[in-house]
């Protein structure tokens, strides 16, 4: 494979995630404070809310959480393993049509949530889609065509790559991760 696919959230990918996400975000929530503190806080725990959401989905579906993948995973406590906390059950296997629809719905709240008070200051609706296609070509940049998360509605790795991947870990003994190997069932 000429390019590694992620089997593990690294620190370098929380901080682009952070980077990418904070102008907008930043925007959103001074544009919605500035007119009321009160719907500042509406907001902050919506956004809290999608996000737990979102990890519960993504995270808890991927096909690594919770694996021992970690280079350190001996070194952590099993809740700080690869990535966020691990506060949610693993259920790996490819995301339901249900999961992905709650995903995109959940962006598009986060998304559209300030657009009342955006439509005050058109000026800076037009920076806040600037910011929003900003973040989101990151993210699919850097993050999305490298996860190893197949089933991901964002996710733009090749089927090419995807098979290659898959057959290297049949090769190595790790099997697939949505299938089975050997008689045992990897989605456990």
């Known amino acids: ?3 590694t696919l992620n089997v593990e959230t690294r ?3 929380h901080i682009i995630l952070s980077i990418a ?3 907008m975000l930043g925007l959103a929530c001074w544009v919605v404070g500035s007119n009321s503190l009160f719907w500042l806080l509406i907001y902050l ?3 809290g809310a ?3 959401t979102e990890f519960y989905f993504f995270c808890s579906r991927c096909p690594y959480y919770g694996k021992p993948y970690c280079q350190m995973e001996e070194m952590l406590p099993s809740k700080l393993r690869c990535g966020p906390v691990k506060w949610f059950r693993a259920k790996p296997g490819p995301l339901t049509f ?3 629809a709650l995903i995109i ?3 598009i709240v986060v998304g559209s949530f300030p657009f009342y008070w955006f439509w005050q200051q058109p000026k800076l609706l037009i920076l806040y889609f600037v910011f929003v296609a900003l973040f989101f070509t990151v993210i699919l940049t850097f993050s999305c065509s490298r996860c190893a998360h197949f089933s991901c509605p964002f996710n733009r790795v090749s089927k090419k790559t995807q098979s290659e991947f898959e057959a290297y870990l049949k090769k190595s003994g790790r099997c697939g991760v949505y299938s089975r190997c050997n008689g045992k069932d990897n989605r456990d």
């Open 1 to 3: 494979m000429k390019r």
């Open 11 to 13: 620190t370098c990918d």
């Open 21 to 23: 996400s904070t102008p």
């Open 45 to 47: 725990i919506v956004v």
């Open 50 to 52: 999608c996000l737990a």
């Open 98 to 100: 249900r999961d992905k």
């Open 105 to 107: 719905g959940f962006d």
